[in-house]
């Protein structure tokens, strides 16, 4: 499968919390890294999501954001995964920054110039990488 979506987490459906409107599904990746989406209940029912099925998380690199440093705020990103920076790509005013989370799985975000200096973010540094469950798309084997 080929997608433009620079993240794309491959693993198993662990948990939906079904509702009326939305449901939150839970992926879990080899590694144990858990996404989270936030999908219609006719989406749910439409890909045949059930606990156990294999599924994909794709998440673009614009709408994931990083922080470093101990946060003097919480957020209200259902997505908040803890890696490394492990690369930076920099560009004439972003970068592609990927950090590598504790099971493995990478997370690429486009960030700009500043926002990497501002971080004080190189190779080795901890950082969260945030993403709403709403900004997952998810999809299952054809």
Not at 7 to 22: H, S, Y
Request: proline share 5%.
């Amino acid at each position: 499968m080929s997608i433009s979506a620079r993240n794309l987490f491959k693993g198993k459906v662990t948990a939906i919390k079904g509702g009326p409107i939305n449901a939150e599904v839970e992926i879990t990746t080899p590694g144990g890294d858990t996404i989270v989406a936030m999908l219609t209940e006719a989406s749910v029912l439409a890909l045949g999501l059930t606990p156990g099925i294999e599924a994909g998380a794709q998440v673009k690199t614009p709408w994931v954001m990083l922080l470093s440093g101990t946060p003097e705020y919480r957020f209200s990103a259902r997505n908040q995964l803890k890696g490394v920076v492990s690369d930076i790509a920099r560009g004439a005013v972003n970068c592609q920054v990927k950090v590598t989370l504790a099971g493995g799985a990478v997370v690429s975000a486009l960030i700009t110039n500043e926002a990497v200096t501002e971080l004080a973010l190189t190779e080795g540094v901890p950082v969260i990488a945030l993403f709403k469950a709403s900004h997952v798309l998810v999809g299952v084997p054809a």
